[in-house]
């Protein structure tokens, strides 16, 4: 089995480029999707951050204290560090288990951050999704009523572009023009030769 991630910053078109895999018969699994949910039902998360933040990070219900846990994360480096020392080697552990039960060949772990989060320890090959910077904006602006401002700063948080493709085995552009369906032949082609030198 190959397992390949596939990264990228907001308004690159990840998502889209994913939803195409997902057609070719790629299982892919959702990092963040899976982080969230993990947050909520996994005994050493919970126990990490009730350590961390106190009785209540999580609320009676059940459910996360998002303020708590955003005013904590968006503080400092540092803190953020702390929570992702907790959740991230959790997430890891699932995603091993997920693929491990997994009949295709090929399978796609999805994730925002994954250089930040070291989750390329865990892949085969790196895919970023990349789209310049105007392109990205326009998609961002129409897609969540953001201004120009705000979507500058979410993408000054993330990781730059042109670092994650440098880092990166494969890089896929989603600028409208290149056709997507032949970058991503391409791609499975790349990962099919991988595949079939692991046998």
Known sequence: MVRFGVTGGIGSGKS??????????????????EAK????????????LTGLLGNDVY????????PLISAYLFAS????????????PRVKASFNRWASEQKAPIVA?????????????????VVTVCAPIE???HRVQERDGATEAQVRKRMAA????EEK????????????????????????QILGGMEKGKD
């Open 16 to 33: 889209y480029v994913l939803r195409l895999l997902t057609e070719r018969g790629i299982p892919v699994y959702d990092s963040d999707s």
């Open 59 to 66: 609320l009676p219900d059940g459910e996360l204290n998002k």
């Open 165 to 188: 493709c440098k880092r990166s085995d494969f890089v896929i552009l989603n600028d409208g023009n290149k056709p997507l369906d032949i970058q991503i032949d391409d791609l499975l």
């Open 77 to 88: 480096v540092q803190n953020a560090e702390r929570i992702n020392a907790i959740v991230h």
């Open 109 to 125: 772990l999805e994730s925002a951050i994954l250089f930040e989060s070291g989750f390329e320890d865990v892949v085969d090959f």
């Open 158 to 161: 993330q990781m730059d572009d």
């Open 37 to 48: 949910r993990l947050m909520l039902v996994d005994a050493g998360i919970r126990e990490g």
């Open 135 to 137: 392109v990205r904006m």
